[in-house]
């Protein structure tokens, strides 16, 4: 895998702390030596509206874009957001749904017809309510991201250390918001081995 | 933000800081800007170092000053300049319209032994931009100003330090111009052991009159014409010679060649990677002025050639032009295999190599579905945004067919669902000027309600609000004011009270200077607290004979948040 470059697209809603996810990644990826591209976008669109941001990296790096059906991991903090990276996904991807939505102030798509859509284009997903989990054990949903890492990386779907992102913990965030990213971490990579998954393909793990 | 002052030999940084590292390695002594995406982070950065410093008693190694608006922030860095200091000004690509007027004459004077590099941040796809999707590039030419364009982070640094250098060498301010995705890409950076100091001690920063340089009066305005002519002819040596225009796989036996400028460049070299083949290669880091020997010498080996550039083809222009001396026989493509509107995408380069050379790729995937996308709102929580209460007291009290003019800031959002306010929407400060139009050409039997932020009122409001009042308009503007410029990221405006060096400064009361405009009808009111007398005063504002101004005055709910959490 480490040969290879590696796509991933987090998607979510402008306040999720996507940007945060990336520097999370990009410094994972940097402490082990590999070149690496991102992504994001501030201003108008940050405001509550939809982002996503890109994280590429690899032994040489040159787009900061995922190049269309070229993302090997997408992972959702909101699951209507999951559909807008369908474009850069295909079959190969897998998506990492966070079971939360946020309403936009207009149309709203359900969870049932998010997974219909994922299914027709036969798209390999599995939804975890990760808002719900860490809203419950922590009181903060805010950490559902850095949660949805650690539950990534423990499925093995993230191809970096598990110490990449410890340190990147410690270098990213101010030092007040350290214990509890790392708790939210843990139990993410701890939660990879429960069964409250919905998935809707057969996942080797 | 990273921290800019760190030792290391490889740092991660977004495109944005890796200009201001650039900056600094270089000596920048003064820096202005305005703040509008994706140029904004520059500023931000050189604000918190001022704070910083401040902060342990230190003093900086640079001024820094969020301006009113780019002209001034351009017109300040022209003083600076005559003064012999190196000086950064940044903005967005409408800033360039508005600093334009200050920029033209200033490659006429030159920057004397000071340098000047202008930071303008053009925003393919519009993702933070209404407006017009702007492709600055065309300034170059009018203004006969050297422009460089980075593709990553990396080149950020080092085209900034170039600038530096060239503007240092010719006298000449420099543009370096970024997109969306060069300013806020992020990727390990090579950076220097150290910054240097200030180039300039105290003693050499002094303005020493020089009329024959600094007056573009006729007839003299003409020769300096020639100069900065001539000037530019030396430059283009330069750009022979730069290895910021830079040939790979030169060596390659392809006859189908790629130049590329910008971010248009590192999607080339994925697609190169991705269909697995050498094809010869240039990056125009240079965009005016081109190095004509060095694409001509590239053109003759070729059948044919590829311009990947974002938007409008204008190096395609240039480009053919020369291939009519050095290839006339070339097959040019540029804009009719890739697109003129959005940002380009690696896959579209792909596609439109492969085409050229006629090698076939598997089709996409078709997707039909159109996915819903969450558009941006105003901020809830608590304390929330001010104005969801502003706009429903304005729903609430406007008269029937009223006409709501936007303008540029957070409250343009108001736009969108649920609110689908405004009528108009166009450039900085126009939302009062437009309304004046409206007026005076329906005889006023139309009544409009113009919108405007604080920041931007201060930007470019107040001429058009000056203008309204001189010829006699009864139009009705509503200032929202949260005394800060939000949606870039918090900047202090002059209704701030804090300055870029994060000292303590006298705020301004937009109450005074509407009033000093000679407007009559003025009510500051707060739309949370005073919400009745809101709408009472919009219903009676609206009938008014005159000018009137309300200004709805409320903190910011996301400062107010962090006020409370200190």
């Not at chain 2, 709102?377 to 945004?385: A, D, E, K, M, S």
């Not at chain 2, 113009?450 to 009122?457: E, H, P």
Request: glycine share 6%.
């Amino acid at each position: 895998m480490k040969n290879k470059d590696f796509n991933l697209i987090v998607a979510g809603v402008g306040g999720q702390g996507l940007v945060t996810l990336l520097n999370l990644v990009s410094e994972a990826a940097f402490s082990e030596g590999l070149d690496f591209k991102t992504s994001e976008l501030h201003g108008l669109s940050q405001r509550g509206g939809s982002v996503s941001v890109f994280i590429r990296f690899g032994k040489e790096i040159f787009s900061p874009i995922v190049p269309k059906a070229k993302a090997n991991l997408v992972i959702a903090l909101e699951e209507q957001e999951a559909l807008l990276a369908l474009e850069f996904s295909s079959q190969e991807t897998i998506f990492i749904i966070n079971k939360f939505q946020i309403p936009t102030l207009a149309e709203n798509l359900s969870s049932k017809q998010i997974e219909n859509v994922l299914e027709r284009y036969k798209r390999r997903s599995c939804f975890l309510p990760a808002s719900d989990i860490c809203q419950k054990e922590f009181s903060n949903n805010v950490v559902a991201g850095v949660f949805l890492l650690g539950y990534c990386l423990g499925k093995g779907l993230l191809p970096l250390e598990k110490k990449s992102f410890e340190k990147a913990i410690e270098l990213v965030l101010p030092q007040k918001h350290q214990a509890l990213n790392l708790k939210a971490f843990e139990l993410g990579v701890a939660s990879s081995q429960k069964t409250y998954v919905l998935c809707n393909f057969n996942p080797l793990w | 933000m990273a921290d800019l002052l760190q030792k290391a030999n490889k740092k991660i940084l977004l495109g944005n800081e890796a200009i201001v590292r650039g900056a600094l390695e270089a000596g920048v002594g003064f820096i202005s800007t305005y703040p509008g995406t994706p140029a904004s982070e520059i500023g931000l950065i050189f604000f918190e170092m001022a704070q910083q410093k401040l902060k342990e008693k230190k003093k900086p190694s640079f001024y820094f000053e969020f301006s009113t608006n780019e002209k001034t922030a351009m017109e300040a860095a022209v003083g600076a300049s005559f003064c012999g200091l190196k000086t950064l000004v940044a903005m967005k690509n409408f800033g360039l319209n508005v600093a334009s007027d200050a920029l033209m004459p200033f490659l006429y004077t030159g920057t004397n032994k000071g340098a000047c590099v202008l930071v303008v941040a053009d925003d393919p796809s519009c993702h933070s931009s209404a407006q017009s999707e702007q492709n600055s590039r065309p300034f170059s030419y009018m203004a006969h100003i050297p422009t460089l364009e980075p593709g990553d982070p990396q080149q950020c640094l080092d085209f900034i330090k170039e600038a530096f250098k060239i503007s240092s060498k010719m006298s000449l301010p420099v543009m370096v111009r970024t997109t969306t995705r060069v300013a806020h890409q992020k990727m390990p950076v090579s950076i220097a052991k150290s910054i240097k100091q200030k180039a300039n001690s105290k003693a050499q920063i002094k303005f020493i009159a020089n009329k024959h340089q600094y007056v573009t009066m006729p007839p003299r305005v003409l020769e300096m014409k020639e100069e900065l002519l001539t000037k530019i002819e030396k430059i283009k040596d330069l750009a022979e010679k730069s290895p910021l225009n830079k040939v790979e796989f030169a060596n390659s036996k392809k006859t189908t060649g790629i130049i590329a400028s910008g971010v248009g460049y590192l999607y080339v070299k994925e697609a190169l990677k991705e269909l697995n083949i050498e094809l010869p290669l240039m990056q125009l880091g240079f965009f005016y002025p081109l190095p004509e020997k060095k694409i001509k010498s590239f053109l003759k080996k070729l059948t044919q050639v590829i311009i990947v550039e974002e938007l409008e083809g204008f190096i395609e222009k240039e480009i053919e032009a020369i291939a009519k001396t050095a290839n006339p026989k070339i097959k040019i493509f540029g804009k009719n295999v890739l697109p003129q509107t959005g940002e380009l995408r690696p896959e579209q380069v792909i596609l439109a190599i492969s085409k050229v050379i006629k090698k076939r790729l598997k089709p996409f995937e078709q997707i039909n579905f159109r996915p819903v996308k969450h558009l941006p709102r105003f901020c809830t929580g608590w304390p929330t945004c001010p104005y969801w209460k502003l706009f429903a007291a304005v729903k609430q009290a406007a008269p029937k067919q009223t006409i709501f003019g936007g303008d540029i800031g957070c409250y343009m959002i108001a736009a969108l669902p649920p609110h689908n306010l405004y009528d108009y929407l166009s450039c900085m400060g126009s939302s009062v000027g437009i309304a004046h139009g409206i007026k005076k050409a329906t005889q006023n039997k139309q009544k409009v309600i113009a919108f405007i932020g604080d920041g931007t009122f201060l930007h470019s409001g107040i001429e058009a609000l000056l203008n309204a009042v001189y010829n006699q308009s009864n139009l009705l503007l509503i200032v929202l004011d949260n005394s800060i410029t939000a949606m870039t990221g918090h900047q202090p405006n002059p209704s701030t009270a804090k300055t870029g060096m994060g000292l303590m400064s006298h705020p301004v009361k937009i109450e005074e200077v509407v009033k000093a405009l000679g407007v009559q009808n003025i009510k500051v009111l707060d739309q949370e607290e005073e919400y009745e007398q809101l709408v009472k005063t919009i219903k009676d504002f609206s009938n008014k004979k005159d000018v009137s101004v309300i200004i709805a005055r409320r903190i910011c709910g996301l400062l107010a948040k962090r006020n409370l959490k200190k």
